[in-house]
T-cell receptor, first 110, second 114 residues
């Protein structure tokens, strides 16, 4: 079956760095996505990794290891507005839609 | 430059009624998707469409019908609503450019089935 695991909740301090991990077991692989979702709003795209390595985009970076079925999202210089759920999703081989994890609720404390 | 819009944003209906959720995108993206989001499940794919007149089932298609007569519209119909279909429904479209892929989500429709 398809399985995407990420922590349910994490807490971090304003100005600090936090790493949100995601592990996946899927039949085939065509890319891994990270989305941010504030309460009551739609998911917004953060990153896309299809090859191994680190992709950096401003304060956010995403890493992928296909052999380990592992990704992480790194958020630097945390701001209060980063309090949100972070969704890990995979596009499986031969599939067009995304398979999502249940999301990680990130709480930023002053 | 609306992007992707959904209507209605909120809907209350009764068990057994037919409900249609609308989705419209202005980008001319080929691929469009319908997901539902429920506590404890995350987002799950209901149906998707690769182009006008081409649709396919996702993970949880039972009780839903889709059509796509025009590229920009992708309506989702609940033929006979059930309480288990109370959820938040998100429409999305996919852009592929320069090796990068992105799915953009609409604002969502919150549906309550009584």
């Amino acid at each position: 079956g398809q399985n995407i695991d990420q922590p349910t909740e994490m807490t971090a301090t304003e100005g600090a760095i936090v790493q949100i991990n995601c592990t996946y077991q899927t039949s085939g692989f065509n890319g891994l996505f990270w989305y941010q979702q504030h309460a009551g709003e739609a998911p917004t795209f953060l990153s896309y990794n299809v090859l191994d390595g680190l992709e950096e985009k401003g304060r956010f970076s995403s890493f992928l290891s296909r052999s380990k079925g592992y990704s992480y999202l790194l958020l630097k210089e945390l701001q209060m507005k980063d309090s949100a759920s972070y969704l890990c999703a995979v596009r499986r081989g031969g599939a067009d839609g995304l398979t999502f994890g249940k999301g990680t609720h990130l709480i930023i404390q002053p | 430059d609306a992007g992707i819009t959904q209507s209605p944003r909120y809907k209350i209906t009764e068990t057994g009624r037919q409900v249609t959720l609308m989705c419209h995108q202005t980008w001319s993206h080929s691929y469009m998707f319908w997901y539902r989001q429920d506590l404890g499940h995350g987002l799950r794919l209901i149906y998707y469409s690769a182009a006008a007149d081409i649709t396919d089932k996702g993970e949880v298609p039972d009780g839903y019908v889709v059509s796509r007569s025009k590229t920009e519209n992708f309506p989702l119909t609940l033929e006979s609503a059930t309480r288990s279909q109370t959820s938040v429904y998100f429409c999305a479209s996919r852009e592929t450019s320069g090796g990068q892929e992105t799915q953009y989500f609409g604002p969502g429709t919150r549906l309550l089935v009584l």
